[in-house]
């Protein structure tokens, strides 16, 4: 049995034992079926969290009030939840499952990995099939979140949407715009990392669902090329972003548009830096400056992203090629630069000021475009020269300018 269900059982266990029922249930149940990796539990309970929380030694009350409490045992955590409807005690197992969203979803399993399927739902499991449990409309009306549900499953499992399900999502796609905007962004993230993005992103595009997500409306067409691209070769969230908004190219302040999505200031930072890099990339193509400037990290992404944006092109993209790029620049930062403000006051006779930095930059772009080698003489001698070039009114004889 998989560590992570053997320290599960350990906690149905020990709920039995005080003569309350517990089983694991949902997307635990599942993926076990499908043997799909599991990375959360969750565990259904007649037992009141009250009581739970008096019976485990370590519980987290995250979502106390809506009869849920996170169990903590081996350092492992499990989320803890009392039968869902009349929390009274009066509830049964049966009921809670019939409470959940998709039939995929609504099925439990004993300590002993023994399923319960009151209702026969692991046929739509086997026919890889997503049902609302009941009637659609009505559990779409309850909580609109699930339609986003639905396309991200189709995503994750390659499953279809069964056609009620799917019509039933047509029917209430409006009621979209009522979710929390930063829930609808992290299942459209889930869904676009998800193997099969393609099914997804075609569920939310043939539903009309995209119409009302305000940060996908009027992207239709962007979400058909991405659709059709490799994104998996996209490691980390921030590209897919960028990815996505290079295809759209529709929207005019990126920044105002990330922040609305409630990303932290870093993400936002670090997929503008990616669309500065696409857009840098696209007129001059890969530079050591590019490279420097960006650095090896953000090198990589940008492979990713344009071997993801163009296949067809033949640019340098492979890790390999980037990292040795980068191993053979002429400098990797400032600090490697043979020449600082002590030694240009030396050279140049004449007092600090804002001139030192502005040398500095000229000379760091001439060894990165090996104008110049990284020799202290030779980079004096250089500057020395440019100077008498440059000497009156040249942007380059300004920088020498107090
Ligand atoms: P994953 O953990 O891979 O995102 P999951 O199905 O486990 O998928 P969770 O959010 O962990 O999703 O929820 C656990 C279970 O709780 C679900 O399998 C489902 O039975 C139930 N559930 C979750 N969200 C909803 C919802 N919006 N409506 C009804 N039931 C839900
Ligand atoms: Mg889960």
């Given at each position: ?98 409470k ?38 009505e ?47 992290t ?53 897919v ?21 409630k ?16 857009n ?18 953000n ?76 020799n ?27």
């Amino acid at each position: 049995m998989e560590p992570l269900f053997l320290i599960g059982s350990k906690v149905i266990h020990k709920i039995k034992q005080q003569g309350d029922e517990a089983y694991f249930v949902g997307g635990a149940v599942r993926d076990f079926l499908l043997q799909r990796p599991v990375h959360d539990i969750d565990i259904t309970t007649s037992a009141p969290v009250e009581r739970i929380e008096e019976l485990f030694e370590v519980t987290i009350p995250l979502g106390k009030e809506h009869g849920t409490i996170i169990v903590r045992l081996e350092e492992q955590s499990f989320e803890v939840t009392t039968y869902r409807s009349v929390s009274d005690g009066r509830s049964t197992l049966a009921e809670d499952l019939q409470k959940r969203d998709f039939t995929i979803n609504a099925m439990a399993m004993n300590e002993k990995m023994e399923l319960i399927d009151p209702y026969n739902f692991y046929n739509d499991l086997e026919n890889r099939l997503i049902r609302a449990v009941e009637n659609g409309v009505e559990r779409f009306v309850e909580d609109p979140l699930r339609m986003l549900r639905a396309c991200r499953f189709s995503s994750q499992l390659n499953f279809e949407i069964e056609k009620e399900t799917f019509d039933a999502i047509t029917k209430c796609r409006g009621l979209t715009e009522r979710t929390a905007i930063e829930r609808a962004v992290t299942e459209f993230e889930k869904l676009v990392k998800a193997r099969t993005f393609s099914r997804g992103l075609h569920y939310m595009l043939s539903s009309g669902l995209t119409q009302h997500i305000s940060f996908l409306k009027g992207k239709e067409k962007a979400l058909e090329d991405l659709a059709a691209m490799k994104l998996e070769i996209l490691l980390s969230l921030e590209e897919v972003w960028a990815a996505f908004l290079y295809v759209d190219q529709t929207e005019q302040d990126l920044i105002s548009y990330l922040k609305a999505l409630k990303k932290s200031k870093q993400f936002v930072h670090q997929v503008v830096r990616l669309q500065e890099a696409l857009n840098t990339y696209r007129n001059n193509g890969w530079t050591n400056g590019l490279i420097y400037k960006i650095g090896l990290e953000n090198s990589l992404k940008l492979g990713r992203l344009l071997y993801t944006l163009h296949p067809e092109e033949n640019h340098v993209h492979t890790e390999q090629s980037l990292m040795k790029w980068h191993n053979n620049l002429p400098i990797k930062s400032r600090r490697d630069l043979n020449l600082n403000g002590q030694l240009l006051v030396q050279a140049f006779q004449k007092e600090q000021g804002a001139w030192i930095e502005r040398l500095l930059v000229k000379v760091e772009k001439a060894v990165l475009a090996q104008k110049v080698a990284n020799n202290t003489r030779e980079m004096i001698a250089w500057l020395m020269k440019e100077r008498d070039i440059n000497d009156e009114g040249q942007a380059f004889g300004d920088a020498f300018r107090k």
